[in-house]
Every structure is written in structure tokens, then in C-alpha cells.
């Protein structure tokens, strides 16, 4: 592994970067306070082609693979870590799966405006009852003949009140658990008897919207089963494997500016008539910081390259996103301790960090599942695909 980069990469990461700046860096605080969410960057970052990694050109992807992917995204949840969620809620979610496991129609009628910014997309997963078993979920898909009849619910739904096309998992055989799970593409703004509901109350990631979603008589077309019937399952891990990935950058960026939040901070702020920075105490913080952020980066490029490769990258997913986001929490936390008393203050950046650094510890499949997956696949119980 070389994880020199090119001129490409260089130049995407560039491009990410004055992006964030321009784009979203200047909305944070304000859409921070309001809890709003800026379709018009989802929009912008689709006409820069940062949502069309690893999609094939001809359904209007970019070219380029999950390091140039990472790369990108990292830029842009180190300015604003809800942000990161547009690329796992298009590309590496909806686009990509349907990529792998959709129809010719479906690739062409769906891909290309989750790519472009178009659409707003979305997956859902997780209901009430059902979290990281995901073979426990109640929602059913009712084969009515000519059409699937939805009935139940889904909670925790990240853009789901705003979305367009969303992968909705359900189950199509009762009793058969994880072998009766079904995928289906669904276009929210054609398909009745779905309510969705905002969640407002949440601790953090003001400003990317999450939902509850209702299904009553829910009447989808048939041609909008994605993949086999009873495979969803499987669909489902595929995806999450992806759009893990979402969430270990996201996470690794976020631990990278409470760092260089951090620096700044110890070398402005004097006290007894030097910059903290001197003091043997804070130096410890930035240590530690530095270099868990340092591991959690060069996790998520080990993945990202196994993934470009089609090397199995199961565990090193899992081991980047878990660890990433130890890191987010510690450096978050520490970010308090050396800005003291302005660390506690919403003039600085700190609460959001620790705010949003929290999330990771459950998105995506909680920490326990991942030390789950991880240690499963060392001991050998499991195959690491």
C-alpha cells in the first residue's frame, strides 16, 4: 500500500476542501442554531460530482473509487460533520446498492438523479423495535399481485422527511426471519400512504434531518423490488458495509478538527505569560489526540484500498469505523478540557464536536456490533468478505 497521493487525488481533495469553505463553512453556526437543512449544497455537491463515487459513468458517476472518495468527504465533514451523511444517503447507499442489485430500468431511472444532487436519497433500516437486529424488523411488504401493500414503521431515518428515493427494507416472508427480508426502491413523492414525521429532539446533527416514517396501505409498484425476493438481507449488509464507510470518514474528520481546533486554541490562549500550548498537560491532550486521529485516518484509507481493490474488507471497515469514532469521542472531549471554560461556551465549536462525535458510537451499527464483527472474523467464526 502507497498512500502517496496522486496529482487526482490531490486535486479532489483540494476541490472538497475550498468547497466546504465556500459552501458550507459560512452556514454552520446559523444553520447550527435554526436546525436547517441547505438542500442547495446536496445540489452543488451533485454538479461537483462528489456524490458519484464508484458509480459507473454511464449513470453519471465521477471515474473515481473510494480513496478519491474518502479523500473528498473527509474535507467536508471536518467543516460541518452532517454534511457527510449526503454521500452514504445517495451514493454509497441507494446509488451503489442499486447498482450492484437493480435492473437495467432501475439503474437508469434512479441512479443518475441521486448522483447528480436531483434527489435527495435515503435507506431504511432501523424501526422502533428493531436496531442492530435487523431481522427482527415488522415492517411488511404484502404481494397483493400487480402491486406490494407497505404496512409499519421506521425510526431514526436520516433524510427521511426530505427524501426522494429511499431503499426500504421489509419483510416479505413472516417467520423466516433473516431469510424474509425483502429490498424495495421507493419514490416518496409518487407513492401515497406513507406519512413522514421529523425528529427534532435529537443531541446533535442539527442539521441533517432525520425522520420517522409510516406506512398505511403503502402501495408500491412491483417492478420496485430491488434484487431477489427474501434477499434483503443480504442487500442490507452489502450496504451497510458501504455505507459504513460514511461514517468512519465522517468520524476520523471530526476527531481531525477537534485536533486542529485544539492547536490553535493552546497556541493563542496565554496563561501565567506563555500559550497553554507549553504546558506539559495540554501537550499530553494534543499528544493523544494527534495520535489517535493519525490511527483513525490511516484506518479508513487501509479500507478504502482494499475496497478499490476488491480485497475482502468486512473486518477493516468495521475496525475503521469503530475506531474512528473512539477517536471523535476522546478528541471531542479533550477539546473541552484545553478551551476550559470557552469550551463549554456555543462561540466555539466544542459542544457541536461532542455533539455530533456521540452519534458514531451508534449510526451505522453500534460500537458493540462492530467489536462484534471484528473479533468474529479474527477468531475465524465468520468469513471476512
Known sequence: MDFALTEVQKMVQDMARNFAEKEIAPYVDQDEENHYYRREILTKMGELGLLGWSIPEEYGGNGMGWMEAVLALYEIAKVHTSWRLSVSGNCW??????????????????????????????????????????????????????????????????????????????????????????????????????????????????????????????????????????????????????????????????????????????NERTQFGKPIGKFQMIQQQITEMKLEDEAAKYLVYHAAWLKDNNLPNQQATSMAKLYACKAAVNAANLAMKVYGSYGYSTEYPCPRWLRDAKQFETLEGTSNIHTTIVANIELGYTPNR
Not at 447498482?99 to 433500516?125: H, R
Not at 424495495?184 to 413522514?196: L, W
Not at 427474501?230 to 468520524?251: E, P, Y
Open 93 to 266: 447507499g441507494p446509488a451503489m446498492t442499486i447498482n450492484q442489485y437493480g435492473t437495467e430500468e432501475q439503474k437508469q431511472k434512479y441512479i443518475p438523479g441521486l448522483v447528480s444532487g436531483e434527489y435527495v436519497g435515503s435507506f431504511a433500516i432501523t424501526e422502533a423495535n428493531s436496531g442492530s437486529d435487523v431481522a427482527s424488523m415488522k415492517t411488511f411488504a404484502e404481494d397483493k399481485g400487480d402491486h406490494w401493500l407497505i404496512n409499519g414503521s421506521k425510526m431514526w431515518i436520516s433524510g427521511g422527511h426530505v427524501s426522494d428515493v429511499g431503499l426500504v427494507y421489509a419483510v416479505t416472508e413472516k417467520g423466516a426471519g433473516a431469510r424474509g427480508l425483502s429490498c424495495f426502491v421507493i419514490d416518496f413523492n409518487n407513492t401515497p400512504g406513507i406519512t413522514r414525521i421529523p425528529i427534532n429532539t435529537k443531541f446533535g446533527m442539527y442539521c441533517a434531518p432525520t425522520s420517522e416514517l409510516v406506512f398505511e396501505n403503502a402501495v408500491v409498484p412491483k417492478e420496485n423490488l430491488l434484487g431477489p425476493l427474501n434477499k434483503g438481507f443480504q442487500i442490507c449488509m452489502w450496504q451497510l458495509n458501504n455505507t459504513r464507510m460514511g461514517c468512519a470518514t465522517g468520524a476520523a474528520s471530526l476527531s481531525a478538527a477537534a485536533t486542529e481546533g485544539s492547536v490553535q486554541y493552546a
